[in-house]
Nanobody
Framework: QVQLVESGGGSVQAGGSLRLSCAAS????????MGWFRQAPGKERERVAS????????YYPDSVEGRFTISQDNAKNTVILQMSSLKPEDTAMYYC???????????????????WGQGTRVTVSS
């Protein structure tokens, strides 16, 4: 079993930056993929970044490409989401998730991830 705890959320003005952290503990060997998802009120939960810790393959949707970066620390127990050039539409609850390998890549659907953190709120004002 895996336990995930997010931190680093807050309120910033448009154009600012935030660094989110996800601390993982437990049987992390069973989860090759680490992902960041966000959910705004009235909208579906969507993937904003993922990394396959076996292949080091990363993915970003067009909405955040060039602005967000996912990375893993040397101990492989913390996953970082560095966000820059933030926009009001980035406002959401951000969740860290762990899931299975997909042939060296990671699933896009949140329904295919097994473990979730409680979330950290990000608010971007215009």
């Amino acid at each position: 079993q895996v336990q995930l705890v997010e931190s680093g959320g807050g309120s910033v003005q448009a154009g600012g930056s935030l660094r989110l952290s996800c601390a993982a503990s437990g049987s992390t060997y069973s989860s090759a993929c680490m992902g960041w998802f966000r959910q705004a009120p009235g909208k579906e939960r969507e993937r904003v970044a993922s990394i396959n810790t076996n292949s080091d393959s990363t993915y970003y949707p067009d909405s955040v490409e060039g602005r967000f970066t996912i990375s893993q620390d040397n101990a492989k127990n913390t996953v970082i989401l560095q966000m820059s050039s933030l926009k009001p539409e980035d406002t959401a609850m951000y969740y860290c998730a762990a899931g299975p390998d997909q042939g060296g890549y990671c699933y896009s659907s949140p329904r295919l991830y097994n473990y979730w953190g409680q979330g950290t709120r990000v608010t971007v004002s215009s």
